[in-house]
């Protein structure tokens, strides 16, 4: 198909590249819109299906909804490809999603009703433009983004930032307008190696991989040095927590992944416009990675031929039809309202393909989280177990030392970004192909900074669903620092996994200066004790016998989050470090705890 390309005008003036697909004849017709960076007319890589590796072109894309009686509307983000303006990642969304909604409305091919859908990037502009209630707007596919509360997640992750940021930006910055325009900007940036700086923090502004495009690196330095959560995170396009009770009255379908940054997000997002009486939502929880719901493989763990999207719902697109056609149409409703798919029940064994047999199966629940789960706490002991029973009076604090020049590198779980970060989930030993890996790559469990809590080997299954916290009473030896946690399945040891295999199913971090308020962060006196909450993203894992459930405590998870120099000085520019001595209180008055949400 051919589209017909238009420039919508935003209220300030800048045109907006928009490409329009439509079925033949006058209409009107109810509208698709998606809004994004990567190209109105540049292939999406989530746009394959478990049958068809190849990713499905925009126009391909357009036909397939044109054919079913849609209008498909693609545009360029402000700043990106064909639009004009200057791109500033989030923040102009919610407006220029807004009045291109209102320029739809104006058409005489537009029927008044207008479908969103997209992809990352793609699902954050959809949440701007329903924060600001944009007009004309009934259906909402959200798909692998969607900031709840871009600073406890997204962004940064309850203070710690996402160094996944600088590597978009990086990518990004090499295919934007300014550097296909300057032939020597684009070369700069494409000869810069971002694994040797990322040996190299802090960056300095002027003196960065994206010194090159000067406004790229000017809105990484604001997200990176801005760490108290005020009035900046209160922004359309990274905060939707606040525009719950007046977003768009749309029917919305969320759907991330458990091996993704956003499943936090999704699972906000729903609940809290659940909660606030909004349109009909409903909620779809993956074992993917980014974007590849139709893949089983993810990291080194196989989950089963039932972890792909088409064998609960059918292909990504086929369901999206189906939902926008409940909406518009009035056909019956066949995505049930949460879709959960709990990790395990593999043979644990190594499949012909070499990965680990983990397997998992789809849930259809009522709600999110789970009412029916049973949330217990299961309480750090001083001798590293990890079990429901009270600990000790006399238990004694554990302490490790923290040297943030020799961070806990990170393996797996994150949002790929290869060669830096591989997506999925890996048994937790370091290894040459994850960044920060030191010879004679030892698991992480050796590291004398990591603590180590882990239950005795099952004797029955034990099924988690649902969000998962960690309370921790901490003290350090100096101004700041962070508490890092992961929840691991660990296998025991088989022909094939002689070690067993440490499976990682989630983490998350804190950064102590926010750890009573985030708008006023406070600096420690040394041995000062305080009570955390950690917030790990939430997830889905059936744990058999023979298997334990652990609990790993450190203070660093790198490249994932940028590391804490742990000298109070401000974010993002701190160019000293000091090694800190932390400790993690275990004892009867200071019962660290994780709550796990057990379901039968």
């Known amino acids: 198909m051919i589209p017909t390309t238009f420039k919508v005008t935003a209220r300030d003036g800048v045109k907006?590249?928009?490409?329009?697909?439509?079925?033949?004849?006058?209409?009107?017709?109810?509208?698709?819109?998606e809004r994004t960076p990567y190209g109105r007319n540049v292939v999406s890589r989530s746009e394959r299906t478990a049958s068809e590796p190849r990713a499905a072109t925009r126009a391909e894309l357009a036909a397939y909804f044109v054919a079913h009686g849609y209008a498909v509307v693609y545009q360029d983000c402000r700043g990106r490809y064909g639009s004009e303006g200057e791109f500033v990642k989030y923040l102009s969304e919610g407006r220029d999603g807004y009045d291109t909604c209102a320029w739809l409305l104006e058409q005489d091919w537009c029927d008044g009703r207008i479908c969103t859908m997209g992809h990352s990037y793609g699902c954050q502009t959809q949440l701007a433009l329903g924060a600001l209630d944009a007009p004309g707007v009934v259906a909402q596919a959200l798909d692998s983004g969607g900031f709840f509360n871009a600073w406890r997640g997204g962004i940064r992750t309850f203070g710690a930032f996402e160094l996944k940021q600088l590597t978009w930006a990086h990518q990004q910055a090499i295919l934007s307008p300014e550097a296909t325009r300057d032939p020597v900007m684009k070369a700069a940036l494409e000869a810069e190696d971002m694994a040797e700086w990322f040996t190299r923090f802090p960056w300095k502004e002027g003196h960065s991989p994206l010194r090159h495009h000067p406004a790229y690196e000017r809105y990484i330095f604001s997200q990176w040095r801005h760490g108290t959560f005020d009035d900046y995170w209160r922004q359309n396009g990274i905060w939707t927590e606040g525009s719950?009770?007046?977003?768009?009255?749309?029917?919305?379908?969320?759907?991330?992944?458990?091996?993704?940054?956003?499943?936090?997000?999704?699972?906000?997002?729903?609940?809290?416009?659940?909660?606030?009486?909004?349109?009909?939502?409903?909620?779809?929880?993956?074992?993917?990675?980014?974007g590849d719901r139709s893949s089983r493989v993810f990291g080194d763990v196989d989950f089963g031929p039932d972890a792909t999207i088409e064998s609960w719902l059918g292909e990504w697109r086929a369901v999206r039809l189906r939902f926008f056609d409940h909406v518009i149409k009035g056909t019956a409703a066949d995505v049930p309202p949460v879709s959960v798919f709990v990790m395990g029940g593999g043979t644990g064994r190594r499949t012909p393909a070499g990965h680990l047999d983990h397997g998992g199966r789809w849930l259809a629940l009522e709600n999110w989280p789970p009412p029916e789960s049973k949330v217990t706490d299961y309480h750090l002991h001083a001798d590293g177990r990890l079990s429901p029973d009270a600990p000790a009076a006399d238990a004694r604090p554990l302490r490790y030392n923290f040297d943030p020049s020799h961070p806990v590198p990170t393996i797996g779980h994150a949002l790929t970004r290869e060669p830096l970060i591989p997506g999925g989930t890996f048994d937790q030993v370091e290894a040459p192909k994850f960044f920060g890996s030191r010879a004679p790559y030892l698991p992480l469990a050796a590291r004398p900074d990591v603590l180590v809590f882990q239950t005795e080997q099952l004797t029955e299954s034990i099924q988690i669903v649902g969000p998962i916290e960690a309370t921790l009473w901490v003290a350090t030896d100096g101004p700041d620092t962070d508490f890092a946690a992961k929840l691991i399945d660990v296998h025991p040891p088989t022909a094939d996994y002689p070690h067993g295999y440490a499976m990682l199913l989630t983490d998350g971090i804190l950064r102590l200066r926010y750890a009573e308020d985030p708008a006023n962060p406070r600096f420690r006196e040394p041995g000062e004790i305080v009570k955390i909450t950690v917030t790990l993203n939430p997830t889905a894992n059936l744990f058999l016998p023979g298997h334990r459930i652990r609990l790993d405590i450190s203070s660093s998870n790198f490249p994932k989050f940028d590391v804490n120099s742990n000298t109070g000085e401000p974010e993002g520019e701190a160019l000293c470090k000091r090694v800190s001595v932390n400790t993690v209180f275990v004892d009867a008055s200071r019962p660290s705890h994780i709550k796990i949400p057990l379901l039968r």
């Open 244 to 290: 719950h009770a007046g977003y768009s009255g749309a029917a919305c379908l969320h759907m991330s992944s458990w091996f993704d940054v956003y499943p936090y997000g999704a699972a906000n997002n729903y609940a809290g416009l659940r909660d606030a009486g909004r349109g009909p939502q409903r909620l779809i929880l993956g074992p993917w990675t980014h």
């Open 16 to 33: 907006l590249a928009t490409d329009v697909y439509r079925p033949d004849g006058q209409g009107p017709f109810p509208v698709i819109l």
